[in-house]
């Protein structure tokens, strides 16, 4: 077979202002970047504000292995199956962020014959809506110590008189907007800045992945440009000596951050290899961020399509439930219908038992035990209260003795449907018949409802998202998330929703756990308000919220030819 690469240079694609027009755009609500990609200006929204709602659809999967389950493919492979029985469809992914592209987990467009095309323009810069947010954040953070340098060389009231500003009286040590970068570097996790003569003052700060900044999430969740200008004004920067909260509309910084945010907000129209439409907007990482495509790019999609189909990062546990519990309180929209992505290599690896057979291999023992895993996120999704289908994607190498007894098990376990899905093979043939029943699942109706109460205390809300998110015995709180907590019930933000950052690689916090874990306690290491975002993020166990590069990085695969023509990429 090619290489996806391959398979996506090789392909006939469409001028994107004919997908545009497919998908009942008009020319002026475009904005082309070249044939491949174009803006989506939000007057489209105006134009439409009556129109009948589609059908949304969330594809998640089980807890994720090394060998990739392929939620991207089967979002892609579904939205192509369902453009071929005659539905009109959208479907809504994430920017591939470059950290990943160049380091171990490769692109974001797909694979195969399920693919997202141009797929080097997919993984690289796009139309440069993550550069955008880099550029606002690290504004913010470079006018915050600019007016620390200047009010602390001259005064409050000297600052005051030359400037006729009001001095902030900013504490060095409580500033909680540091800086962003969109490539992996674990040497920047715990930074010094202002070092240096007429530099300072000195202080602690760090670098975070561009994905995790505040700012990617409020572009994930604005419902429009206002709302977008007003929750960066809302962000909280840092506190002054009294312990009040200093926000980018105090620092004078929020339209400056707009502004440069302006275009980014506008989602960018692509197409799959077979011409089905698909937006691509908001950025990735739901193990330490929001970790969906955006409110915008949703609502664009669900008033000119009959289906949406889009996907939360990760397993069930991670970016459906933050779909869930954040994404849908911000939207309104609430999924019909949810896709569970598992593979039989996914089960064996999530087992935990250790097998001389290869991954490959048929084996009734790892299977049947890493069966339990999926269960687990079936259950989990079924107590949102929406219909799930499962799909298992099936590799060369998988027995059909091994796949008839897994669609057996799901369905005893109470999922709406099962399909094989050879998607990445076949593209649109591959997933008909998940296709087929994915129609008939959103035709049954829902009844969801969110796992917890924003009105909770905080306390209360950790406790039940821990017990019934993940399985949790309860939480435990180190000194200074315990004040931290206190300090956000004092402020008045404890009616905020939550976003859990913690490992993938398991349904807990702790990734060497496989399976189902069970009898654990969460450790909670800190909490950090997202203001404008509208979230309280909760940092468990040892999570980083800068990745690393490894060993033997994806970089170093990646060249250009003589023609400029690029390698490497997968």
Not at 75 to 81: R, V
Not at 222 to 246: E, F, K, N, P, T
Not at 444 to 461: I, M
Request: charged share 15%; hydrophobic share 45%; aromatic share 6%.
């Amino acid at each position: 077979m090619l290489s996806d690469i391959e398979i996506s240079r090789q392909a006939t694609l469409a001028d994107i202002s004919q997908i545009a027009t497919n998908l009942g755009l008009q020319p002026n609500e475009l904005t082309l970047f070249g044939h491949t990609k174009a803006k989506v200006n939000l007057s489209v929204l105006k134009r439409l504000p009556q129109a009948t709602k589609g059908k949304l659809i969330i594809v998640t999967a089980v807890t994720p292995t090394p060998y990739g389950e392929g939620k991207t493919v089967t979002t892609l492979g579904l939205t192509q199956s369902l453009q071929a029985i005659g539905k009109q469809v959208c479907a809504c992914i994430r920017q591939p962020s470059m950290g990943p592209v160049f380091g171990v987990k490769g692109g974001a467009a797909g694979g195969g014959y399920a693919q997202v095309v141009p797929m080097e323009e997919m993984n690289l810069h796009l139309t440069g809506d993550i550069h955008a947010v880099t550029s606002a954040h690290n504004l913010a953070a470079a006018a915050l110590d600019a007016r620390l340098f200047h009010e602390t060389q001259l005064g409050a009231e000297v600052f005051a008189a030359q400037t006729g500003l009001t001095p902030l009286n900013i504490d060095p040590e409580q500033i909680c907007w540091h800086r962003v970068l969109d490539n992996n570097e674990r040497s920047l996790r715990t930074i010094t800045v202002g070092l240096g003569a007429n530099n300072g003052p000195a202080h602690e700060s760090s670098f975070d992945i561009s994905a995790a900044s505040e700012l990617m999430a409020i572009l994930a969740l604005s419902r429009s440009l206002s709302d977008m200008r007003q929750r960066i004004g809302a962000v909280v920067l840092a506190y002054d000596r009294q312990g009040q909260a200093i926000t980018a509309e105090m620092l004078g910084v929020a339209g400056a951050m707009s502004a440069i945010m302006a275009e980014a907000i506008k989602p960018t129209l692509m197409q799959t290899l077979s011409g089905a439409p698909c937006l691509v907007h908001a950025g990735p990482f739901a193990n330490i961020a929001h970790g969906n495509s955006s409110i915008i790019a949703d609502d664009i999609a669900l008033r000119l399509a009959d289906f949406v189909v889009t996907e939360g990062g990760f397993g069930s546990d991670m970016g459906f439930e933050k779909f869930c519990n954040i994404k849908t309180r911000a939207s309104g929209h609430t999924p019909d219908a949810a896709v569970l992505v598992t593979t039989l290599k996914a089960l064996k690896a999530n087992s935990g038992i250790k097998s001389a057979l290869p991954i490959t291999a048929p084996d009734t023992e790892r299977l049947q035990a890493g069966f339990a895993n999926l269960a687990w996120h079936i259950a989990n999704v079924q107590q949102y209260g929406i219909p799930v289908v499962v799909a298992i994607n099936q590799f060369p190498t998988d027995t059909q003795e091994e796949l008839d007894w897994l669609k057996q098990q799901v369905l005893a376990n109470g999922a709406f449907g099962c399909e094989i899905s050879q998607a990445f093979a076949l593209g649109a043939d591959g997933a008909t018949a998940l296709a087929q029943t994915i129609v008939s699942a959103t035709q049954t109706e829902a009844n969801f409802h969110y796992l917890y109460d924003t009105q909770q205390p905080l306390t209360d809300k950790l406790t039940q998202l821990a017990q019934k998110g993940y399985g949790a015995e309860g939480v435990s709180l180190s000194e200074k998330a315990q004040r931290q907590l206190a300090q956000l019930e004092a402020q008045g933000y404890g009616h905020l929703p939550l976003c859990m950052a913690k490992t993938p690689m398991s349904i807990s916090h702790d990734a060497k756990l496989k399976g189902v874990p069970s009898r654990f306690v969460i450790p909670v290491t800190e909490l950090k308000l997202n203001a404008g975002a509208g979230f309280i993020t909760v940092l468990m166990g040892s999570v980083m919220t800068m990745p690393g590069l490894g060993i033997k990085p994806a970089y170093l695969q990646i060249d250009i030819d003589e023609d400029g023509n690029i390698q490497g990429l997968s």
